[in-house]
């Protein structure tokens, strides 16, 4: 009775059986912000064999409302929001492997990833992340856990390949977002809200309980008192190009060139080369301070503020433009910044 | 008549969270090409008749239940 | 757009306003547990005022895989879980008054406590508890968040005081528990799912939103993918003790006696002498050292080993004699060693 | 007819999620009595009738959907 795994062993649908499959599994989160951090520290709690984290932030003060795991001196420092995750969950739990990936999740560091992977878990903020984890859950048949939330309304959906429709099934197209965090956002209760279903959905599947998965579509409003629980087998499509017949995966297609994204609530617009070779980070630190810039700093990333724009470059070559929304000002200034 | 339950931004829009609406023999896509009018864009907007989610080629009956479910992005 | 409540201020509902009201109010949690980890956590990412935990548990390893804010290190010093949640949650927020209790909650406690309360919370793991906190929140007319769960299953509902009914009005008596911890476990997502309702509630009564309410019974089975929503109104009864036309919260009488109660789900006997003066634990300590025992503990709690039964008496004079559950047997061993 | 919802251990205890019952113009009291014998003992379970709680007197009409709600202590 003192094993700190008893009072989940204690429940009967797991056992001592289901939690030994529970421990040989390996699970992929993407995204470690409001989501992904309770559905970690869940996962870590209950003995998950193996979690890979990706996260391309870092943690700032007004992620600590909502994302668990982090503290003020996370965003004091501008930790890494994976690598601050898996510092803070490996004292929770030192028998859980952690691995955690500071970057931007493409189709092709994903696809890299992929072997052996058990279950995705949607902690991303924006649904070009979503589809991608689509089209992967199909491809490799792996068990995807929709979720996402802002304001007090919030949804999930258990998609398992060839059985339940997939997110395109459901949505047709990348979904106009009307409403994001900038715009309505969120209260810390809606989170736990998703992160309850998703994560009693992740129980069953990995200790081997697949008979109970839910079927339903979820959709709840917590400040209103709503929730409804919707069937969705009939939007399921043999014409779908993720989960179809003849299906293409379309995003997990080849891409090319400079990606440059305005990112969802942050005022802030992110440049991403197409080849990821590490940028040289002392000696253009070094350079801005020579310039006169401001610049500070930590072993994975540089800030450095141009024109009153605070600019952060990761190890990977990525560079966030903070204060705009303006593609073309932020790429104007990465250039001069880079070169 | 039915019920029209809204949810998310929709409320907002519409000032309240359902709608009566009369769409008895209309198809799902008929419903929403007439709420646009109303709700603005509905793209990606999913619509449940009577908690299941319809295809747009159903045709509602008097009294069914209608739910707009619009996805959001957060997380 | 820096600030970090942002994106709760961000939540209309909520606002500047609101947001000014959190600021201002006091929350009681009865218990650092399961539900009261999660809760603590939210409100103090929320922003609230300030919080006051009362626990007279210590961290153990089994506690780890659904109880937030502790770490192995935690349940290695058998940390108290007030002062250890209190430690982790003013790394999470310094701006949040904390108060941690480390005892056991009697209606002389509470009482004591009461003035300035703006809302209680549920975190217990027993009915003579809710009941005491049911009889508190209508004596005093402050807002109750009633919340349980085992296994997969759990409930939820918003008590306030004049409107709603009461505890008392719901369940008449103090329940037959059936199900324990200990007898089927409980796995953390169904702890997520009540502290989603109750934090939401939390909210909504702290930034001043009463119209918004929930004013029914949340019962659901994570599981087996069940909710259910039940109106209560016509339960609640005006000849009630706790909250009818004559109430003598019948709770809140005083005590007399040595205290001595079997803990649910624990292995584990606490006994608790009617008077609180504080335990001389050094001296304690250096005896039962000289008398060969092993004995370990910390500034809080001494742990010492008897017939093969672990104690671990506490400053206020409490002792759990673990690995029994025989109330005989434990004043045997506590009386050996205490004299 | 009437559908008896359980949760918790009453499953466990029925070995199935619901029971068909006729209850029509029993009280809820006495549908507590009949239900004894075949859930045990069920001191402080409360008694839903068309998702509200109802009181002891109120009686139970064809058709009803009845649920039976048990406290638990955990947290």
């Given at each position: 009775?003192?094993?700190r795994y008893?009072?989940q062993i204690?429940?009967?649908?797991i056992?001592a059986k289901g939690q030994a499959e529970i421990r040989k599994k390996h699970v ?15 996962l870590v709690?209950a003995g998950v064999g193996k ?42 739990n030192?028998e859980v492997e ?20 058990d ?87 990995l200790s081997g ?131 | ?75």
């Amino acid at each position: 009775m003192y094993d700190r795994y008893s009072r989940q062993i204690l429940f009967k649908q797991i056992g001592a059986k289901g939690q030994a499959e529970i421990r040989k599994k390996h699970v992929l989160i993407l995204g470690v912000g409001a989501l992904g951090t309770h559905t970690a520290e869940m996962l870590v709690r209950a003995g998950v064999g193996k979690i890979t984290l990706i996260d391309r932030d870092y943690v700032e003060m007004s992620n600590l409302q909502r994302q668990h795991l982090f503290t003020e001196e996370d965003a004091q420092k501008k930790w890494p929001k994976a690598e601050a995750a898996k510092i803070r969950l490996q004292k929770v739990n030192h028998e859980v492997e952690i691995e955690a990936i500071v970057g931007h999740a493409d189709a092709t560091m994903l696809e890299s990833l992929i072997a052996n992977i058990d279950l995705l878990m949607d902690g991303t903020d924006n649904f070009e992340a979503r589809f991608l984890l689509n089209d992967l859950a199909q491809k490799y048949h792996i068990p995807y856990l929709f979720g996402s939330c802002v304001g007090s309304f919030g949804m999930v959906f258990t998609i398992i390949p060839g059985v339940t429709p997939c997110l395109q099934c459901l949505l047709k197209r990348l979904p106009l977002q009307g409403q994001t965090c900038d715009t309505v956002g969120i209260i810390e209760p809606t989170v736990q809200m998703v992160t309850a279903h998703q994560g009693a959905e992740a129980l069953k599947i990995l200790s081997g309980n697949m008979e109970t998965i839910r079927k339903s579509y979820v959709s709840f409003d917590l400040w209103d008192n709503e929730y409804v629980s919707l069937k969705a087998d009939a939007l399921k499509d043999s014409g779908c190009p993720s989960c179809g017949l003849e299906a293409t995966y379309p995003y997990l297609q080849a891409e090319t060139g400079l990606k440059v994204a305005v990112l969802c609530g942050r005022d802030t617009v992110q440049i991403r080369p197409t080849s990821t070779k590490p940028l040289p980070l002392e000696p253009l630190t070094k350079r801005w301070r020579s310039a006169g810039l401001e610049v500070g700093g930590n072993p994975f990333l540089v800030s450095v503020v141009l024109e009153g724009k605070r600019v952060v470059f990761f190890q990977d070559g990525r560079a966030l433009i903070h204060g705009t929304n303006h593609v073309d000002q932020a790429r104007k200034i990465y250039h001069s910044l880079i070169g | 008549m039915n019920k029209v339950l809204l949810f998310a931004h929709l409320k907002e829009i519409a000032g309240q969270s359902s709608l009566e609406i009369d769409a008895a023999g209309q198809t799902v896509q008929s419903v929403r090409d007439t709420l646009v009018a109303s709700l603005g864009n509905l793209d990606g907007v999913m619509i449940a008749v009577n908690e299941e989610f319809a295809t747009d080629e159903i045709v509602i009956q008097a009294g069914d239940e209608i739910a707009l479910i619009p996805p959001v992005s957060g997380g």
